[in-house]
């Protein structure tokens, strides 16, 4: 069925005139109106913006011009990425019914290639949580078991893939909000180098530590996706001015000579046996694969989680004051400005954002910086030294994404402790602004997916790729949940 | 071990953040942010003092623009956005003082 | 002189001040965005997602800013650093972000120092560079903030990108602040980077001010703001330190505070207490990397920076041999580059100064020619024209550009010669005697009714200083 297809096999069929851009679309609005009731993915569907978009392709391709490599193929954005003129929520009562002036670079860019945007993916609010539980319009159930949460803060984008709502889509990955819902839902999920895609449109969290990128059912579709939303943006100072790794190209030259590493800190305590096992049978297929694999290091990754949750709600706290009342989005009134700020935010942010709101004010106020700000940035430097000083010995890493499979909705939400140690092994990568992605492999005792981590030096993307690229061929999914 | 924070110090913040709490809210908030913190407290004990801070992941410096000038956005689509507005201007109530 | 030294305070106490100056910056387009940097637009229309601070927008340094702070900077005498951008959080609706880029503890420019007329040093802390806040309308209450009814925000001035000139407390009078404000004017006008008007708000001051007794540690201070000119910045520092004292000697003491400066009653008025220090949770801004010049950027600011004031003042003064103070207005009003040319071809330094600062501040003085300016002061100082004959020749070669010889031939003008004077002068001594003798009996009040009987009486032609001279001798005969 149309909707199982790839990316890759989508572009190709639009370019060669062989289908139509819009019965492309039009299966994949069937699908949507089929399961979304149950799934909630999305806080919005565009099915009218996207019947003109896919049209338009309709009549470049009939006009004899190439469309581009994403020629009629659908995408779902996340609702924290800028659209022009469509509602963009951040799942937040805060920004209910605000409609940028302006779109996103990697909007213009997809649409450039041709892509075909179908809606706006629910997320955790402001996307801070790792269950999409905390979205201010009702959580998103995974497609392969609704009683279980899909991971987050991007769940909606991976459930939207996971359910064949499109074959790709975009989120952000701030401690793991690309990776770990990818490898709830079983489909992969990459976190580029920091500074490889622009930030320019994205809603920020942290902005140190946020990267927009791809969803997909598979490897090929993950790289060209990649390929179009990355390179230098003039638009985000922290855009990194060099070409994009050649990811592509690379894909099946396979891992024969390749060191591989099995971070021992991100392996033991506190994973699922059942988790822990399937990493251990990656590391076999990357070894039958001709791949060197030894045990790694990084003795400051287990300190990431407490740096993380001292440095990403600093900064939110100050990304997240905008939210005022005057300007945009929601006011709730009152007699004098101060306290309409504060009506306004007390009624629209949720608990996860007022708490790290807090936690960040806190981080930073006089007389505190030093002890946590200050301090959490210096381990910050000892994850990025560690990591260099594993890099010396191996190509790439790898360790589980999550510590285990899809948890039930509810199972922890009242503790936002035990719901932060889900991202334990995802945020290392973000501290040190390495790219990492999560790939399916295999399944859990309650057989839900599980997905392996790949991390890799910064622009040691075409690397991690390869790596990605064995695994799906020894354990490959590709096809819908339903 | 006295706890990370006290109530006080979290009526503060929420103060300084524009956030009112309600006295259940402040209990549960200073519960949950104290575990937090406490979970940090491996980090605050760790030797850092030869070590420098990470601010960001990748060093670049002068990134800078040429003094041209782009684009401006439509008034009307910008009011349009606004809770409030008044002869093209964003209108909010009495804002009692001057800025700091 | 300046009395910048001078104590004016009683019971022996002094102040001390150090001033904040805000400076526009006069590139084309804002500190982070393309939006046109440009004042008396409709409300809200040079604004874009960056300086509305919409949500996922992303600032972009401007090339210009950086160069103009650093030569700003450079022209203060400051070294500069690697720097970073830091966010200064607080919240405020003219702020769209709530929180401003500003510099913190990296700022561009630091410790430089400044020269007065006087030759005196005034040091500078920092030169940073930061954004500029929208502009509120309070609406109702007579447009008082505190009366309002509502306010109303326009953003085209957000993102403006200023530097923040901040002063060490160097100076000890309100002379020396409005001395020191006015060289900080000329300087930042000479490397031409903002207009720098106070009344409109492309250069605003805000004052620190204390007293204490000279040797004592500085006193608990006051900032006060709303200063929009330089005849403010001298009531309100005089003001202040007054209040200060007159709290201090009755017992009290000094609450470190914001104070608004009320030109209309002439007073400061609290506008919120500092004791509980704000906390702006200042941090590095993560969307921005560090400015970090080579030296040989560095030396290309240097390069471009023309001579500054202070340099002029004592080029001048050396070739006119005076101390650079007396060259002061020649500077200000630009002009001595005409003193420096008239005094090379020979014409009398002194002649040269006193026509500048008394006779031309005028339009079109700038347009004058050195050597018809210089023949004018030979003609004076040879005698063929009297004091008050060049002048008017003056003012007709300002106004006309013609040579002072044809000016003089066509209006007649020669020096009169001592014997036809000598009888005007007995004339008019015949014919007053009564004035006459009061003159004598040592009332120099009436010498200026007798120079100008003679004015009178010569068409203007006499010198002014000869007559004098003459009656004094006479009377004293």
Redesign the interface.
Known sequence: MTIDDTALDLAASVRAGDRSAREILDAHLAAIEAREPEIHAFNLVTSEVARDAADEIDRRVAAGEDPGPLAGVPIALKD???TRGVA?T?SSKI?DG?????D?TVVQRLAAAGAIAVGKTNLDEFAMGSSTENSAFGPTRNPHDTSKVPGGSSGGSAASVAAGFAPVSLGSDTGGSIRQPAALCGVVGVKPT??LVS??????F???LDQIGPFARTVADAALVLEVIGGHD?????S?PQALPPVREHLDDGVAGLRVGIVSELSGEGIAPDVARRVSEAAEALAAAGAEVGEASVPAA??G???Y??IAP??A??NL??Y????????V???????????T??EG?GDEV??R???G??A???GY?D????????????I?RDFAAAYEQFDVLLSPTSPTTAFALGDKTA???TM?LNDVCTIPSN????PAMSVPFGTGDDGLPVGVQVLAP?FGEVDMFRVAAVLEAAAPIGEVAR | MSAP?SRD??AH??N?????LTDDELDH?TD??G???E??R???A?D?SD????????E?TN?L?PDEVRPT??RD??MA????SEDGM?R?????GEAP | MSDTSAATLPNGWEMVIGLEVHCELSTATKLFCGCPNQFGNEPNTNVC?VC??????????NASAVEYAMRLGRALHCDVHRSVFA?K?Y?Y?DM????QVSQYDLPTNVEGWLELPDGSRVGIERAHIEEDTGKSTHVGGGGRIHEAGY?L?DYNRAGVPLVEIVGKPDLRTAEAARQYVSELRAIILAVDVSDAKMEEGSMRVDANVSVRRPGEPFGTRCEIKNLNSLRSLGRAIDYEARRQIDLLEAGERIIQQTRHWDEADGRTHTLRSKEE?E?Y???AE????PLDPTEADVAAIDASIPPLPADRRRALADAAGVEPAAAAMCVERDLDGLALVAIEAGAAPDRVLTHIDNNLAVDGADRLAPALFARLVGMETGGELTATQAKTVLADMVETGRSPEEIAAERGFEAMDTGALEGIVDELIAEHSDEWASFCDGNQKVAGFFVGAVMKATKGQADGKAVTALLRQKAEA
């Open positions: 924290n990425l800028c963009t951040c920004l605000w409609q940028p002036p302006y996103a920091y500074g930030r320019y449109g994205l809603i920020a942290a902005s140190s003039p638009a985000d100072t922290t990194i287990i300190y989680l407490s740096a949750y001292l600093a900064e706290s100050s004051a905008r005022d009342g005057v300007r945009y989005g929601l006011r009134d009152a007699t004098n400005t101060p306290d309409m700020n504060l009506r935010r007390t942010f007022k708490r709101i807090m936690l004010t806190y930073l106020s006089a910086y002890a946590y700000y200050g301090k959490a940035q210096k381990v910050r430097t000892l990025i503790d936002p402790l932060y501290l040190a602004g390495d910064a | 924070i110090e979290v913040v929420a300084l953040a524009r956030l009112q908030f949950q942010l575990a937090v913190l979970h940090a491996d980090v605050a760790l850092t070590v420098p801070p990470t601010a960001h992941p990748y670049l990134v623009r956005l439509d689509e910008v956005q606004a809770p409030a964003f909010v109530p009495p804002v009692l | 997602p509305l601070g919409l949500p996922g927008s992303l600032p972009v340094v966010r959080n919240f609706p769209p972000k709530d929180y306010s925000v220090a906390d949770r200042y941090f993560p969307d921005l990397v």
